[in-house]
């Protein structure tokens, strides 16, 4: 047996060994925080030194400087003799923050009396993971909470565990504690999609971006886009994570946009014209319509003939251009436009075509017509005129040789016949010029108009004279115009605003002022007899009267003409008018590039037997 001093000493041995191999942190010091008797390097390292011979002898207080936590844990121990897993937080000078589980115990030890022995792990990392996690489940349960998609945690049969406000409002509740406990697949999915998303789940272990109905509480029906996800907690247990998206009108423009794209492509199948889309290599990557040659799909327009190819090349420089051309024997006029994305960049040519042949064969038919017309018209006026002449000769000779043979009433129907003759001879003349009016070319330049209005208030001058009108002209403005026909314009106007007068002398202004449109609108407004409006139509046809010869004289052509001579520059022309108060008849006509200054009446005022 053993002596006493050797058992001792395997004592000592064995108490060292424990201490320094110990994988916790082992200390031997007295109470309150005073000098370390003994420790192990495991519990140096605790406090940031590399071995047990830094510390040992000095006051555990230097390195545990938080005297609250010192205090609390040492009445702890006198109250309980032992303090079991205490986790104790310290501030240390080396390592800053540490948290250590600690297991204390209070014995008596000869030479010192009470001291304390105590076990501490590190626990500083866990700590910090802990941290982490609350921290985790804080940021979760708020995106949880507060997310704008619909969030629901079930079990794999279907019991909604949890959701969020947002998914309990798009299933039509007030709150999420309504929802729970409820079945999913009762709400999310008809009962066909249900057996897919759980055969997902089970074999994927994940579904996601698919559409499913959804029954609200009230019976109503929404589409959501949904994707969950199967999940096993530590327990073995699976539970569903989904999340939903309201898509009920994203679906609803979806489909309209589908009907109206199917719309779309029945309407341009049946156009009846061509259409084509090229891309900046000008092939022809998009075809439609009834008249599009549907072999010309993916070919290159750079095969086409020179003017086609110009055009297209035109339009991805940015240009729109028109033109004509012959295919398989038929012609079409085409419009090519560059093709442009929202932000202006040009990818290609849209162009459109249409189908002319038969317009072309009508109006070369028409051309033809109305050169036939025209030659039939100034033959037959001169073939009509010569009786006329013949007439007007041999009355003017029974005039002269048997003039005073002839009594009142003779010579007065000579008279009637002389008139008539010169009537008709009129006639003629303005019927020609009518024909004519229009298949002419124009001779079209930038024109004063005040300048035509005083060349026609000249030649009106004798009439002007005679009646005592008075003309007001304001300042009017320069128009691209044939000279001419303009001056044709004014005179007729004018001519009828000064002979359609009643008891007061005729009184007359001229006009324009320019619309929103851009166009000129020129008035020209008398005082006279006025016009009921039942006549407004009938006074702008041809050889249409609404008075006799012997009341006022004309031939009932004036007016046609301007109406030729407005429509055939764009215009319209119209009137308006009171009975026994006067007229105002007004046209509209372009603008030149560049126009005059003035725009309307300056005031002046002219003269009875004169004109400004």
Not at 521 to 543: A, K, L, T
Request: contains cysteine; hydrophobic residues 40%.
């Amino acid at each position: 047996m053993a002596s006493e001093p050797r058992q001792r000493a395997a004592q000592a041995d064995w108490q060292s060994w424990l201490l320094h191999q110990n994988t916790f942190g082992i200390v031997r010091s007295l109470p309150d925080g005073g000098d370390i008797l003994d420790c192990n390097n495991v519990f140096a390292r605790l406090f940031g030194f590399d071995s047990a011979r830094e510390i040992v002898g000095q006051r555990l207080e230097t390195l545990n400087r938080d005297r609250a936590a010192r205090r609390e844990m040492m009445e702890l121990l006198r109250r309980t003799g032992a303090v079991d897993e205490f986790e104790l937080h310290i501030e240390c000078e080396r390592r800053g923050s540490v948290w250590m589980l600690c297991t204390l115990r209070m014995i008596q030890q000869q030479p010192w009396g009470e001291i304390v022995e105590g076990a501490c792990l590190d626990i500083t990392q866990r700590k910090e993971n802990e941290q982490r996690l609350r921290s985790s489940e804080t940021h979760y349960r708020a995106l949880f909470e507060h997310n704008v998609a619909a969030i629901t945690r079930s079990a794999l049969e279907g019991e909604i565990l949890e959701c969020n406000q947002a998914a309990a409002e798009l299933m039509g509740y007030a709150s999420a504690a309504e929802v729970q406990g409820l079945n999913r697949w009762e709400y999310f999915g008809d009962e066909r999609r249900s057996a897919e998303v759980r055969d997902a789940l089970l074999r994927e272990g994940a579904y996601g971006g698919l559409e499913l109905p959804l029954r609200r509480r009230d019976g109503s029906q929404r589409w959501v886009l949904s994707s969950g996800t199967l999940i096993e907690d530590a327990g073995g247990h699976l539970s569903i994570f989904t999340t939903s998206m309201d898509i009920s009108a994203m679906r609803a423009a979806k489909e309209q946009l589908a009907a109206s794209e199917a719309r779309l492509k029945v309407l341009l199948e049946q156009l009846p014209a061509a259409l084509w889309i090229t891309d900046r290599e000008l092939v022809v990557v998009s075809m439609a319509g009834n008249a599009a040659p549907k072999e010309l799909l993916g070919t290159s327009i750079t095969a086409r003939a020179a003017d086609v190819v110009n055009a297209h090349r035109q339009a991805l420089a940015g240009h729109s251009s028109t033109y004509v051309t012959v295919y398989d024997g038929r012609t079409f006029q085409s419009h090519v436009e560059p093709l442009r994305e929202s932000d202006g960049s040009i990818t290609g040519v849209i162009g459109v075509a249409h189908d002319i042949t038969a317009g072309e064969q009508t109006r070369s038919e028409l051309a033809r017509s109305n050169a036939e017309l025209e030659n039939f018209a100034y033959i037959a006026s001169h073939d009509l005129q010569e009786p006329l002449r013949t007439i007007n000769n041999f009355t003017e000779l029974l005039l002269q040789r048997f003039g005073d043979h002839l009594d009142e009433d003779g010579r007065e129907f000579a008279g009637y016949i002389t008139g008539a003759v010169e009537r008709m001879q009129h006639l003629i003349t303005g019927l020609l010029a009518f024909s004519r009016l229009g298949r002419q070319p124009t001779d079209d330049q930038p024109v004063e108009a005040n300048a035509v209005l005083e060349a026609a208030l000249a030649n009106l001058d004798s009439a002007i004279n005679e009646s005592g009108a008075v003309i007001h002209a304001g300042r009017l403005p320069t128009l691209r115009i044939d000279p001419n026909q303009l001056l044709q314009l004014f005179q007729n106007l004018l001519s009828n605003a000064i002979k359609f007068y009643g008891e007061r002398p005729p009184e007359v202004w001229v006009d324009c002022r320019k619309q929103n449109d851009g166009q000129l609108r020129f008035s020209v407004r008398d005082n006279g007899i006025g016009i009921p409006p039942q006549y407004y139509e009938r006074i702008f046809q041809i050889f249409q009267r609404l008075h006799t010869q012997r009341e006022y004289a004309g031939s009932g052509l004036g007016l046609s003409m301007c109406r030729k001579i407005v429509e055939r520059y764009g215009g319209r022309i119209g009137l308006e008018s009171t009975p026994g108060e006067g007229t105002t008849f007004y046209f509209t006509l372009p603008a030149a590039q560049q126009e005059g200054k003035g725009e309307g009446r300056d005031g002046s005022v002219c003269t009875p037997g004169a004109s400004q």
